[in-house]
Nanobody, 126 residues
Framework: QRQLVESGGGLVQPGGSLRLSCALS????????IGWFRQTPGKEREGVSC????????LYADSVKGRFTISRDKSKNTVDLQMNALNAEDSAHYYC???????????????????WGQGIQVTVSS
């Protein structure tokens, strides 16, 4: 069964860090792109970061550049998002998604992705 499961969310103080993990089941993920997106109530889903597995190319939204890092663990078949220097604007429901067969380039547009996880909440608050 193909599924993506996010973990690592929660409550963190401003300036703090969290590490999200996306576990990929039923995917070889060797010729795919994996992306992280986020959404807050009343707003459209926003692309945060993505990685293409053939060349490990990464892409970041301007709002997170220099603070977030996406990485892939082939042995665990997971894709992590390390989030540092978090602020209130980073509070959102975070989703991971996979674009099957898009291993050379990734995009931060949700219609490029085929399968989605259920998402996990990240709240940045003091």
């Amino acid at each position: 069964q193909r599924q993506l499961v996010e973990s690592g969310g929660g409550l963190v103080q401003p300036g703090g860090s969290l590490r999200l993990s996306c576990a990929l089941s039923g995917f070889a993920a060797d010729d795919d792109a994996i992306g992280w997106f986020r959404q807050t109530p009343g707003k459209e889903r926003e692309g945060v970061s993505c990685i293409s597995t053939m060349r490990d190319r990464t892409l970041y939204a301007d709002s997170v550049k220099g603070r977030f890092t996406i990485s892939r663990d082939k042995s665990k078949n997971t894709v992590d998002l390390q989030m540092n220097a978090l602020n209130a604007e980073d509070s959102a429901h975070y989703y991971c998604a996979i674009a099957v067969g898009s291993g050379y380039v990734c995009y931060l547009t949700e219609n490029a992705y085929d399968y989605w996880g259920q998402g996990i909440q990240v709240t940045v608050s003091s």
